[in-house]
């Protein structure tokens, strides 16, 4: 059971794709997993296998656009905001709340790469979020790019290109690839996969990184209360080091975990990875520990 729906955030039109498990039965009311796509990705994107390995198991999941992205609305497209991306997650859950097969006391979220980051800063804001799940993820967006070599001058042109974008409207584009060639692997997935899905560029504008930078989720992950907080990192991950999800653990309050993933790389954690199989099983043991059972609620 998969249909596209359409909510509204802000002012702008998302599209997304709601699962209902098969076996729900009228009057039936299930806990609900709202997914939180990575930088450039769209509903379509490696996002899907998870939410459908958590629809079997008795979950309803919701994939969506984020604005300026895919099926969603906003001009100019692709433009990154990561504080509207926490407010589209929200009308999000706005959203799968009203919905008559949704138990609105059982909403969780599930991020991956910079999704975690906006999951874990949605939980923050939002506290009908009761469960987390965050999958390397950067959690100071600004700490992670003063690492690397040559980003004081980088953020000079990023600078520029805001001034610019914010007295004339002039756009540029930068490529995603390019941005996370320090991690080859990734990239290269990125480079092959794009021509796969029709809605999804790699593409981000320029200016926008300037929000990117100034994006800090961790500053606020104590408040996330009543939730339950999960952190997924892989031990030898290129692009977001493992002290990025440990530091966001060490500041959240209770009940939290943070999990290792031994061996694994950035890239394992989607679809065609080795380390895919353990965070679906992590992230289902922590929702059914935390919004109760398998999914299954009560009937009306």
Same mark, same amino acid.
């Given at each position: 059971?998969?249909?596209r729906i359409e909510f509204e955030s802000s002012?702008?039109?998302?599209?997304?794709?709601?699962?209902?498990?098969?076996?729900?039965?009228?009057?039936?009311?299930?806990?609900?997993?709202?997914?939180?796509?990575?930088?450039?990705?769209?509903?379509?994107?490696?996002?899907?296998?998870?939410a459908e390995?958590?629809?079997?198991?008795?979950?309803?999941?919701?994939?969506?656009?984020?604005?300026?992205?895919?099926?969603?609305?906003?001009?100019?497209r692709r433009r990154l905001i990561p504080p509207q991306q926490v407010r589209d997650t929200r009308a999000a859950l706005d959203y799968v709340s009203t919905l008559p097969e949704v138990d609105a006391d059982r909403l969780g979220l599930y991020g991956a790469s910079l999704g975690a980051?906006?999951?874990?800063?949605?939980?923050?804001?939002?506290?009908?979020v009761r469960c987390v799940v965050a999958v390397a993820g950067p959690m100071d967006l600004g700490r992670v790019w003063r690492e690397f070599d040559g980003f004081q001058a980088f953020s000079t042109k990023v600078d520029r290109a805001r001034a610019a974008f914010e007295e004339t409207g002039e756009v540029s584009y930068i490529?995603? &690839?390019?941005?996370? $060639?320090?991690?080859?692997?990734?990239a290269a997935l990125l480079r092959e996969e794009e021509p796969? #899905? =029709? +809605?999804?560029?790699?593409?981000i504008t320029?200016?926008?990184?300037?929000?990117?930078?100034?994006?800090?989720?961790?500053?606020?992950?104590?408040?996330?209360?009543?939730?339950? &907080?999960?952190?997924? $990192?892989?031990?030898?991950?290129?692009l977001i080091a493992s002290v990025e999800m440990k530091?966001? #653990? =060490? +500041?959240?309050?209770?009940?939290?975990?943070?999990?290792?993933?031994?061996?694994?790389?950035?890239?394992?954690i989607y679809r065609r990875g080795s380390a895919f199989g353990p965070v679906v099983k992590l992230s289902r043991e922590w929702f059914e520990a935390h919004l109760g059972g398998s999914g299954v609620g009560e009937t009306d």
């Open positions: 059971m998969e249909r002012g702008e039109r998302c599209v997304g794709i709601l699962r209902i498990p098969d076996d729900i039965k009228a009057g039936e009311r299930r806990g609900a997993i709202v997914y939180c796509a990575g930088m450039s990705l769209t509903k379509e994107v490696w996002l899907p296998e998870h390995e958590l629809r079997r198991a008795g979950w309803i999941t919701l994939n969506f656009d984020y604005r300026y992205f895919g099926e969603s609305d906003g001009e100019p980051s906006v999951a874990i800063a949605t939980a923050a804001a939002d506290p009908r490529s995603v &690839a390019r941005l996370l $060639a320090g991690d080859p692997e990734t796969l #899905y =029709e +809605r999804w560029s790699l593409e320029f200016e926008s990184l300037w929000d990117l930078f100034r994006f800090c989720p961790e500053a606020t992950v104590e408040e996330i209360a009543p939730g339950a &907080a999960l952190f997924i $990192a892989p031990e030898h991950d290129e530091c966001a #653990y =060490e +500041r959240a309050q209770e009940p939290k975990r943070l999990e290792i993933l031994s061996g694994a790389r950035h890239v394992d």
